[in-house]
């Protein structure tokens, strides 16, 4: 009997998917465990794999369209089965989910919608818009341009780098031609389904399409108080042809007009390890880029700066006089800054927070620290300590471990701990998973492992989803004290200070301590004041007294 393949929801936020690319035909026999296409999701491109063993009978989608999850896909079933029944009632299905709003009114002669009034029939050339990369993502920017007007791309050829809110992702193309149209610059941000480009036979008359575009995007369908009727819009941005360009930053021979330094991630790598200013480096790469060559080319400059000015002591001073010049520079935002903002702003003026500080004795966390170093097989943190203790102390108090969804609570059974990652565009908060179950070492490589992919841009999915609780810790830095803004659907962060060393009373004597402050912020929707001090002091009795913590 045939089976649908229907669009799976690949990530929690996932809504719908575009099918990147077909892997397979019509007519082709597949497996179980096949991949049959790329699904480009709200976070990633990822495979999808057949669950079943027949024929491919049927492909309901083309490559490039947007398919809602549990939308069908495709058919696999026998050789030579009929599936016009199914057919039929997928189709039945589909035409019940869509309101039907002109069986409300008397049949009538509709004049062509604008788009249709176009004809665009016979024009071998296809437009390239912004992909919905991510379920927050409205609109993306254009990080750089791989190719150039009138080159020949072929379908799969990487056209551009587009920084979206969670990542800065390749843009393919699916269509074999003349790259005859690149509508946005280096640097500018483009709605999602905004003009990109223009892919097509040489010669082939594009302005129409641009035409038919731009009229489809003013016309938009709302729904007022029950009624249904189509109101004009202005497109955010115009998909006709830029008489001038916007202005940008000045941008150097190694840096896009966002800011954002074109170099090879090996460079990037290579550059840190020999501590070099990856900024001061000029790329020979495409288009500037910065490549391993240039890293390993670059040789740092050796000019001191002019040393303290020396001359007779003189009780008359003369001011010499300085002509200056005030400058300053804009940068437009990258969207993981534009979506940082949107939901911490959200998150602070719509949860109630209040805060819990706690002053935590670390002297006997750092002799066990020190112990324990001396036989791991990998260097443990003092964050990392302080994961594993969260953890513990989260199974003990279960009430903080919660999250709040509006008209009820969830009380989640396992712990997901969030660790906050500071990166160049903004911050990422990478998940360590069932963070109570695993030694202290495990987790330390597993953050090691997770911060670096963060900062090389290479999280997946699953990486940064179904955080029960964060941890943002700035001790590092030199930070005594701080609060943080919770991180939905979390009820809960706690903000990490540094280690201090100070006067601490003990035992009656006044003696040298190693003090660190922790504040946790709480949703007083979800968590009471009375439970979260529970919680911080089950912390303070585990990091003041390590060895329960592996108890």
Known sequence: MAEVIRMPKMSDTMEDGVLAKWLKKEGDEIKSGDIIAEVETDKATMELEAYDDGILLHLGVKNGEVVPVNGVLAIVGKKGENIDDLLNEISETTEKDTPDVASKEPAKEEAPSPEEAIDTSGIKASLITMPKMSDTMTEGTIASWLKKEGEEVKSGDVLAEIETDKATMEL????????????????????????????????????????????????????????????????????????????????????????????????????????????????TGDGGRIVKRDVEAFVPSTASAPGPMTGPETTDIVLPEIVGEERYEEVPLSQMRKIIAQRLAESKFSSPHFYLTMEINMDKAIEARQSMNEVSPVKISFNDMIIKAVAVALRKHPKVNVSWLGDKIRFNKHIHIGVAVAVEEGLLVPVVRFADNKTLSHIATEVKSLATRAHEKKLQPEDWEGNTFTISNLGMFGIEEFTAIINPPDACILAVGGIKQTAVVKEGQLVPGNLMKVTMSCDHRAVDGMVGSAFLQTLKELLEDPVRILI
């Open 172 to 283: 393919e193309s699916y269509e074999d031609g003349i790259l005859l149209y690149i509508g946005p610059k280096t640097g500018e941000s483009v709605p999602v389904d905004g003009v990109l480009a223009v892919i097509g036979a040489k010669g082939a008359d594009f302005n129409k399409l641009l035409m038919a575009h731009e009229a489809k995007s003013k016309t938009t369908e709302v729904k007022t108080e029950g009624e249904t009727k189509a109101v004009e819009s202005v497109p955010e941005v115009s998909t006709a042809i830029p008489t001038q360009a916007p202005p940008v930053p000045v941008e150097t021979s190694t840096s896009g007009s966002n800011g954002r330094i074109k170099a090879s991630p090996l460079a990037k790598i290579l550059a840190g390890e020999k501590g070099y200013d990856i900024s001061m480096i000029k790329g």
